[in-house]
Each structure stands twice: as structure tokens, then as C-alpha cells.
């Protein structure tokens, strides 16, 4: 296991030292601030005009709106959709590279296993999207010197952004190691997170079939995150996400294995 | 220490290594020798456990490179063809990162990477970045990466291609001072390399083992017949007569490139081992010619390599 921390913190160094983990920390940064400054924007909006309508009404003012539950389940949400692009583009470099400079094969005749190589580029992507999650506390932390909020939500929101983008880089590294070809390892990491998070709108058309529906929701990615941004643990939600990591990794484990370069 | 049997590597329908055998005892250099094509990475790269063998097996150290793979590799100092090196790390980092995966603990690793780059001659580059370095610096620094474990056993693949000729022998005095206590198999397609280098050659062609031979026994394998050239002044046909008169030659013939005005060389096969130098001399100078040059001409390893390819090829071919 000493193996993964020599290759994790080389992959570190190399995301840090160039352009792409900061390109990812920006974007990342930039659209979130977006979604939060409209959604808080509305949030304060709605707020307002429900207020007025219950002080016209001779009402007590309506204590449903819940900031944590409109404003920052929200945005774990939107956050979700960011990872969506931001993935393929930390993934994409991490074997293709290896692959298309050869030194795939000096890695692969050192002393170290298959599995301790993927692990550690695996946990090197993973902590850049934990760095990103972490900048943006900065949100519900300046939410909760407006408003009272709920804790719960919040940590269990987190938690499910890093099971879902662990579930998201197994499948980038698993596109990486197959091609050569980094712009390849992308689209194709990309188009099927795409396609797994879209399984979840064709439930919502509600014209398939009663079965499906239920196996499409069971799949899709989206449905099962919904749950832990509204402060939901629920421990199949989590089993979906692990397993689909493991099973990323197990199948790169193969092609590792199988290497004919 | 290194133990070849029977391997044969399949890429689909075509077979890349058929059936190669060889053995490597400690201490000893290996040349890998073949045309490009010929299978010599291949067997390299099972070798180093990073190709899986069609059949057939190969021990390293003891290990089967196939089902101990962790075990043997940690024997091997590897340098794969072309080189591949990390262009963003500095040179020290780099080695820093492959002693650490090599097993090279935390304590012994700086020492470790400053005696590889020392026996490398890289250490004034130390800390510049590899994408800067020029083609023979990299080379080097594929060999620091090679030793920095200190391995019992060093596969080099290629090491001197797409060098200039004093960065060559450069490199090539570097894998000689290496090998004096290691045991290492060097692939090229370059005879003079193999021959300067090895103790040991062995040559492959289309995937098979054309001949096992330590560098002068294989001269002398191949070269059954004695072959004179002879160079002297005088009548061209009336030389040409004495020379097929002297002994029992096989062949005669005229060869371009008279050194000085009026003399002409010829090339003199005796079809046999036995030696004519004496006797040609004499029946020149004997029928009135001056005699400028004798020599005996021994098969370049050159010679003798297209010789082997083509002997092989025409085996096949009937």
C-alpha cells in the first residue's frame, strides 16, 4: 500500500503543477457562485412576496421556506451537474497519458501491482474534487450568517458529491487506461456519465413501463443522489455508488492486466 | 540467472517470438541481435513481466516471470525502447519517484538517486526538467532509472538508438562499466554495438533464434573457406592467370579500388581452410609482378549477420 502513496502523490504534484486542476477549481467555482447567487436571489424573492401576501392576509408569516432544503440542497444538485463535466477533464490524462508516452510500461514492470498504480491515480483525482467541495463551503457557511440552517443536510449532501464523484472517476479512469488518446478517454467518460444521468429524466416522462421505471431509477446516477441532498442516508444509495466504483476499477484492473501495446 | 524455454508470443494471427530458447548466467552480457521486426522487445517485454507469453515460460532470478511476477521484476533494472520518461518532472524527482517504486526505502532513497545519477553523469542536471534535456541526457537518465534500485539484472532495449556517435560510445562505456556486476541483455540492430559490448550474442530473426554464439566463435562458424585480397601491378589478365594457376582456388575475381597507378586487386577464394597466402605471394613475384598488398580477409560481423538472416530466409522460402 506504500506503492498507492508513491503514485498519489506524484498524480498530486502533476495536477497541481499543471493547468488542470486549477482550470477545474475555477470553472468548478465560477458556475457554482452562479447557481448560488440566482437561487438565493429567488429564494430571498419568494420569501419576500410570501411574507407580504401573510401580513395582507392578517397571517402569521409562513414557515415553510427552509434555506437549507431550497438553497443548499439546490445547489448540491447543481454541483452534481458541474462534476459532470468537470470529471472527464481531472480523468482523461491519468492513463491515456501513460499509455500514448509508453512509460505505462515502466510503471506496469516496477514492482508494484495493477491495483496500488489505479488506487492511487484513483484517490489522486478524488482529492481534487474533495478540494473543490471544500472551497465551496464558503456558500452555506455565508448562508448560515443570513439564516438558520440545518447541519445534517449539509454534511450528508457532501458525502453524497464524494460518493458520486467517486463513482465518476472510477468510470474516467476506466475510459483513460483503454486509449491512447486523452480527447478520446474524455468523450467517451463523458457521454456515458451523460447517459447514466439522463436515465433518470426518461423516468420522469413516466411513458416507460412501470418495471423499467423502476430498474431506470435504480440505475441512474441522479435519483440516488437527490436523496442525500436532502439530508436522506440511505445505505443502498451508498452501495450503488461503491459498487459502481469497484466495478470501474475492477474492469481497468482487466486492462491493465491485459496490456498488448 | 535468466532462463528462456520455448516462449512464443501471438498477437492474433500473427506470431511475434516462435519458440525461442536461451539461457543467461550470471555476470555475463547478453546481445539480443536482430533486424527490426524481430522480435526483440517482445521477448523483453515478457521478460519484464509486461507482456503475458503465449506459451512457453522464462525465469528470472528463479522466478517465473509469469506467475511470481513481483518477485522477478524486483531483479530487474529495465529501460524499454525509446525511452519513456515523465517531460514535466526534474531529473531528480523523477528517479526519487521510480526508487520509491522500486522498493528503494525512504532513508536509502536520496542516496540511492545521487549515486545513479553520478555513475550516469547527470547529476549537473539534477534539477532541470526532463522535457529540456537533450536526446542523450534522456538516454542517461533511462539508465539512472535502470541502477537507481541497484538490480542484479539490467534489460536494455535499445539503448544507444537515435544517438549521435560519440553520445554512442558514450552510453556504450556507461553499459559496460554497468555490467561488471550485473547480468544484462541489450538488444540492438546494430552489430559493432553487440560486438564491442557482449560476451554472447544471440541472433533472431522472424521470431526464432538463427544462432547462439559467443561473438568470436560465431566468426568462426560462419567462415569455413579462406578468402584472400590481393592487390599488385601489372597486366590485369596476365595477374588474373598466375593468381587461378598458383593453388587450387575456387574463385578469382576483380575488384575495384587499385591504390596505386597500375595495380589492380582481386579477391582470392580458396574453397577451403587451407591457406594460400604463401604460395600466392610467391607465384606473383615469381611471373614478374610487384606484389603492394596481402591480406587474409575475415567476415565482418556485418557480413556474417545478413549472411545468417539470409540463410534463414531461403530455409523458409523452400
Known sequence: ?261 | MIEVQNLTKQYGEITAVNGISFRVEKGEILGLLGPNGAGKSTTMKILTGFLPATSGQALVAGHNVATESLQARRHIGYMPENTPLYPNMTVRRYLTFMASLKGVTARERSRAVAAAMESTGTTHVANRLIKHLSKGYRQRVGLAQAIVSDPDILILDEPTIGLDPTQIIEIRHLISAMAQRRTVILSSHILPEVSEVCERVVIINRGQVVASETTKGLARQLQKTQQVLIEARGDRVAIEKVLREAAPVRAVTFERGGTAEGSHRFRVDSGSEHDLRAELARAVVGAGHDLLHLEEHTLSLEEIFVQLIRTESKREAA
Request: aromatic share 14%.
Open chain 1, 1 to 261: 500500500m506504500r506503492n498507492v502513496w508513491h503514485i498519489y502523490r506524484r498524480e498530486i504534484g502533476t495536477f497541481f503543477t499543471t493547468p488542470m486542476a486549477y482550470v477545474v477549481m475555477t470553472l468548478f467555482t465560477i458556475i457554482a457562485n452562479v447557481f448560488f447567487y440566482v437561487r438565493t436571489t429567488q429564494f430571498v424573492q419568494e420569501y419576500a412576496n410570501a411574507t407580504l401576501m401573510a401580513q395582507m392576509r392578517g397571517m402569521p408569516p409562513d414557515m415553510n421556506f427552509n434555506a437549507t432544503e431550497l438553497i443548499v440542497a439546490f445547489m448540491f444538485y447543481q454541483m452534481g451537474v458541474v462534476l459532470l463535466f468537470l470529471v472527464p477533464m481531472l480523468t482523461m490524462r491519468l492513463f491515456a497519458e501513460e499509455n500514448q508516452m509508453g512509460t505505462i510500461e515502466l510503471l506496469l514492470t516496477c514492482p508494484v501491482r495493477d491495483i496500488e498504480v489505479i488506487l492511487g491515480k484513483f484517490l489522486a483525482a478524488l482529492s481534487v474534487c474533495a478540494v473543490v467541495f471544500a472551497i465551496s463551503i464558503v456558500y452555506p457557511l455565508w448562508l448560515s450568517f443570513q439564516t438558520a440552517l440545518e447541519t445534517g443536510p449539509i454534511l450528508t449532501g457532501y458525502l453524497g458529491l464524494l460518493l458520486l464523484a467517486s463513482a465518476f472517476v472510477g468510470i474516467g479512469i476506466f475510459f483513460s487506461s483503454i486509449t491512447e488518446n486523452q480527447i478520446v478517454a474524455g468523450a467517451l467518460t463523458f457521454a456515458t456519465l451523460l447517459f447514466l444521468w439522463l436515465l433518470a429524466a426518461l423516468v420522469q416522462t413516466n411513458t416507460v413501463e412501470s418495471g423499467l421505471t423502476e430498474f431506470l431509477s435504480s440505475a441512474s446516477i441522479i435519483l440516488r443522489f437527490q436523496n442525500f441532498a436532502q439530508g436522506v442516508v440511505n445505505l443502498g444509495d451508498a452501495l450503488y455508488y461503491l459498487s459502481v466504483t469497484g466495478f470501474a476499477l475492477f474492469l481497468t484492473v482487466n486492462v491493465l492486466d491485459s496490456k498488448v501495446h
